[in-house]
């Protein structure tokens, strides 16, 4: 081994070839709370990676300002070592990470560095593509319209709220109503899925420990194997917060231009939009509304544009976008939540007040939209759940008059039965998606009264049993569904003969 | 009403080139003048900056030459060739260069000729 090492450096030493240039260099004017001032340097140019020679090492730092006299520059790395008066180096290189299939499984930060402790990604062999963080989105020509469904594998969002790969999906709510569970579902769902999608997770100033535990789910339901995780913990200092995003989304392309769909989730865009408000008051520039700076729209809107669905001829991959915002106190009509409402193609709202009702997923079905995951919705799912928002919306407005009622008829009684049993069929627990063939089964069932019979707190029993009835002894059903994709009257016929079995046997 | 470094040196700088009062004078003013401001203390950073401003308005460059030990007069002899009368020429002496020389223009440009830059690109 030592011998080895002795030839690696002898190797090194008679290859070394002097290659004397002049480096454009500046100096370091102010340094604190990860933001440079740095004098000279002026032809740098904006978003170039800089490299600041410090006592103990070399750091790198991202050129953000670049003013008539100075470059305001933000640290990306341990800014304690820089010193007022350290030199800082021109790299002439726009800040970029490593991208390729070997990324698959692992926990990467915004730089492209392993966090997993299983080694480096890429081996001497390997020549991974340089993707930058931030880069332009494909314009006009290169789109074509949402057409493939991105199944979720929650009844409540693929039958009212589809969404299409390719598509900007919002998930918005207050903290804890489960926009992180319903983003894994999305995740796992996607094992059985035809085309798999690669599944990019960006935490943006979460606990290590919770990204520690969403790992673990996802290994833990295999989903893993065709996921990245990148994450800016809430200890890692603000500039990896505010790249975070841009480094999925440029892992996402990579996958996107191969012809490959891939989704991308940003968990979530109100910790990104803090992050990027602190480096911009620490780089001094002009505060407007809540003190985010005045580009915070086009922040989030130059990210969430380059998800797309890809023409035919550049390989019609895909990169669908599930950005997540908080909200406080259900307060949508804040600053980031109306911009990221009005850049993405619709939101899922999730609601307290539902989650703690016992409605989970909590969607308010009300103010949840989808603008064009519709054309992507399957036409058996369209036939099943075309009726399904109307009667909830009937549903409510029946409840809501029962409260003022004494004496209420049979049919009115009946119809807010029905509703009841939707609702509960709506109810799913976490980390349980189902496929679209066996949601398209169930809702057929509940939206034509074919469960009415049955009690509404029974319908989690009765809801398994009929699942089970139909993979084991109706699978051709089940699988007629799965690739036709649609129901026409004779698969119509018999799906209507295994429910009456079914329901002559509960 | 305070004044950056740079107002300061650009207001030296222009003062100096119009020749119009003598050196003792201005520079009597200057203290004064940082003296009321409470300023004192940014006079060197003032006076350096004056001067790399004067030496860029006279087309004239501000050159650092850094090296480890301090140089003997055949190599200043050496590296003054290269330089044009009228330049502003420094010295610095960095231990943890090793050997070789660094030079610095208008801080600007550097060419880094150093065992040290040698070895971590050996190294690294």
């Known amino acids: 081994m030592s011998q080895e090492i002795l030839e690696k450096l002898k190797k090194s030493i008679q290859d070394y070839k002097e290659n004397p240039e002049w480096e454009e260099v500046g100096k370091v004017v102010e340094s604190g709370d990860g933001i440079l001032k740095i004098s000279g340097l002026s032809k740098v140019g904006m978003m170039e990676l800089l490299s600041v020679e410090s006592e103990k090492e070399q750091v790198k730092v991202l050129a953000l300002n670049l003013e008539e006299d100075s470059v305001g520059g933000l640290v990306l790395g341990e800014s304690s070592h820089i010193k007022a008066g350290n030199t800082v180096k021109r790299t002439k290189q726009l800040l970029s990470l490593p991208v390729g299939d070997q990324l698959l499984g692992r926990v990467i930060d915004p730089l492209g560095n392993a966090l997993d402790g299983k080694g480096p990604i890429f081996s001497a062999k390997d020549k991974p593509q340089y993707n930058f963080l931030e880069n332009d989105a494909p314009n006009v020509l290169a789109r074509e319209g949402v057409n493939y469904p991105m199944h979720t594998g929650i009844k409540a969002i693929d039958a009212m709220i589809p969404v299409g790969r390719g598509q900007r999906e919002l998930i918005i709510g207050d903290r804890g109503t489960g926009k992180t569970a319903v983003a894994l579902d999305v995740i796992i769902n996607q094992k059985e899925e035809e085309n798999r999608p690669i599944c990019i997770y960006v935490a943006v100033g979460q606990k290590e420990s919770k990204v520690a535990k969403i790992v673990q789910t996802l290994k833990e339901q295999g989903a893993l194997d065709y996921t990245i995780v990148v994450s800016a913990s809430a200890s890692s200092p603000a500039a990896y917060w505010y790249l975070a995003p841009f480094a999925g989304a440029a892992i996402g392309e990579y996958f996107r231009d191969k012809g490959k769909d891939a989704l991308v989730i940003y968990d979530d865009l109100s910790k990104h939009a803090w992050a990027y408000r602190q480096i911009s008051l620490l780089l001094r520039r002009a505060p407007g509304r809540e003190a985010y700076p005045g580009d915070v729209f086009y922040l989030h809107s130059r990210l969430l544009e380059r998800s797309a669905k890809l023409s035919k001829e550049l390989g019609g991959g895909s990169l669908t976008a599930l950005p997540i915002i908080e909200t406080q106190l259900g307060d949508v009509t804040a600053y980031i939540p109306t911009n990221v409402i009005s850049i993405t193609d619709g939101q899922i709202y999730l609601e307290s007040d539902l989650f703690y009702q016992g409605t989970r997923p909590a969607v308010n079905v009300g103010l949840s939209v989808s603008r064009v995951g519709g054309s992507a919705q399957t036409k058996a799912m369209k036939k099943v759940a075309g009726k399904l928002r109307l009667e909830l919306a009937q549903f409510r407005e029946l409840q809501t008059f029962m409260q003022f009622a004494s004496d209420v008829d049979e049919v009115t009684k009946a119809r807010i039965n029905k509703g009841r049993i939707i609702t509960e069929i709506l109810k799913q627990p976490d980390l349980q998606p189902i496929s679209f063939e066996k949601q398209v089964l169930v809702l057929y069932a509940a939206l034509n009264g074919h469960f009415n019979k049955f009690q509404p707190k029974e319908m989690k029993q009765i809801e398994a049993k009929y699942l089970e009835y139909f993979s084991d002894l109706h699978k051709d059903i089940v699988d007629e569904i799965k690739s036709k994709r649609q129901i026409d009257e004779k698969l119509e016929e018999k799906i209507k003969e295994v429910i009456e079995k079914f329901l002559a046997a509960n | ?124």
Do not use: C, H
Not at chain 2, 18 to 33: H, P, R, V
Not at chain 2, 62 to 82: D, V
Not at chain 2, 103 to 116: A, Y
């Open chain 2, 1 to 124: 009403m305070k004044y950056k470094v740079k107002d300061y040196a650009t207001a030296l700088a222009e003062i100096l080139s119009e020749n119009k009062f003598s050196d003792k004078k201005i520079s009597q003013g200057l203290i004064k003048l940082l003296e009321r401001q409470n300023d004192l203390k940014k006079s060197k950073e003032i006076i350096d900056l004056a001067e790399f401003l004067l030496a860029k308005k006279n087309n004239k460059k501000s050159i650092t030459f850094e090296t480890a030990r301090e140089l003997s007069a055949s190599q200043r002899k050496t590296l003054l060739k290269s330089t044009e009368k009228g330049d502003i020429i420094k010295e610095k002496i960095n231990p943890e260069l090793i050997a070789g020389v660094k030079i610095i223009v208008d801080d600007e440009k550097q060419l880094d000729q150093t065992l040290l830059k040698k070895i971590n690109k050996l190294f690294n």
